[in-house]
């Protein structure tokens, strides 16, 4: 997919000033949908007033890491383990596409420059039903925040069914993001969706998740989607130890085109990388990476190594691996205050 295709009109680098008003993400009894043309580009991204592009760099003497697998950097052990409550309260969901399957091969049956695990000399073949699906030309557009259950439940089925999105972050008291979903839907409710490829905006979370296993699937939902209040309540429980994060706007920086991000919402390490983007209020563009995702492949195929949270920034080049670096990075170089921030 290309980046140049999704820049974003100029943005002046500092922000307006924070909206008092903060919505809650709301459940509504009939789902709210709208059918209308295809949205111009204005709908997607704020207008400027100014036509110079703020200047971003990381800071003096950065260096990505290394990428270490399965490892923990010190200080951050507490924060992925609050993150990897959500494993057992929604039993996976977000770890696998559609149609996931798994079997143990010997070694020889796998290519050397194919990503796949080893296990006791075998290797994992991986399967999944996703190549039988339709997959959208253009990323889907999704208005939402981190800490909410109803959010989460559409980015498990982003995940599910591989799709790659835009996010625009709508924390409380967003300036930006906010105030841009009440102009086009007319309501400052989440989460709020956008297909370009279809025309279709809508709001409400199981809507939502109806409507993309329809038009990107086989039109089944998982079944830890499909519980109506029991998903909600296991949705918010997932988040219990990480409640506030992922919720609340820092001021920062806008840049004028969206980091791009490799992961999934089963992965504990990737839900502290989206924590900061979403409070920095950073659009990013998601490329879906659950297991039995081809683009692990792509990953693998350019690194030799493929991990989950990935990061490409175009607005100044950096290219890294390890959450927790790329949560440092993203403050640092976005944020107007980032000594005031930890995980």
């Not at 295709?5 to 009894?29: G, I």
């Not at 089944?220 to 706007?249: D, E, H, N, Q």
Request: charged share 20%; proline share 9%.
């Amino acid at each position: 997919m290309a980046t140049a295709a999704l820049r974003f009109p100029p943005f002046l680098s500092s922000r307006a000033a924070p909206t008092t008003t903060a919505a809650t993400c709301t459940r509504r009894t009939a789902p709210a949908t709208l059918r209308v043309a295809a949205l111009p580009d204005s709908a997607s991204a704020p207008t400027s007033t100014s036509e110079e592009r703020p200047e971003f760099s990381p800071s003096a003497g950065f260096a990505p890491p290394v990428p270490k697998r399965f490892a923990v950097k010190d200080g951050q052990l507490g924060s992925v383990a609050g993150a990897a409550l959500a494993l057992p309260f929604r039993l996976g969901t977000g770890l696998f596409v559609l149609g996931y399957s798994v079997s143990l091969v010997s070694a020889d049956k796998i290519p050397s420059d194919q990503y796949s695990l080893g296990f006791l000399g075998l290797k994992v073949k991986e399967t999944s039903k996703i190549d039988q699906c339709r997959r959208p030309e253009k990323p889907i557009e999704i208005y939402e925040f981190e800490g909410c259950p109803f959010c989460r439940k559409v980015r498990e089925m982003v995940s599910v069914l591989d799709l790659d999105v835009l996010f625009y972050p709508c924390p409380q008291k967003g300036p930006t993001f906010r105030p841009k979903v009440l102009e086009m839907g007319g309501k400052k409710q989440f989460p709020y969706m956008v297909d370009p490829n279809t025309g279709v905006a809508m709001y409400e979370s199981d809507a939502i998740i109806k409507y993309l296993a329809d038009t990107y699937g086989d039109g089944t939902v998982p079944i830890m989607l499909s519980l109506g209040l029991f998903t909600t309540i296991t949705a918010g429980l997932a988040m219990i130890w990480r409640v506030w994060k992922g919720s609340s706007y820092t001021v920062s920086k806008l840049p004028p085109q969206p980091i791009e991000i490799w992961a999934y919402e089963g992965s504990p390490f990737c839900k502290l990388a989206r924590e900061a983007l979403v409070e920095l209020e950073l659009p990013h563009l998601l490329h879906s990476c659950a297991r039995g995702n081809p683009k692990r492949q792509e990953i693998f195929k350019k690194h030799g190594i493929f991990q989950a949270p990935y990061i490409e920034d175009p607005n100044t080049g950096v290219k890294m691996f390890e959450s927790a670096e790329i949560i440092e990075y993203l403050r640092a170089t976005y944020s107007l205050y980032p000594q005031y921030q930890n995980l």
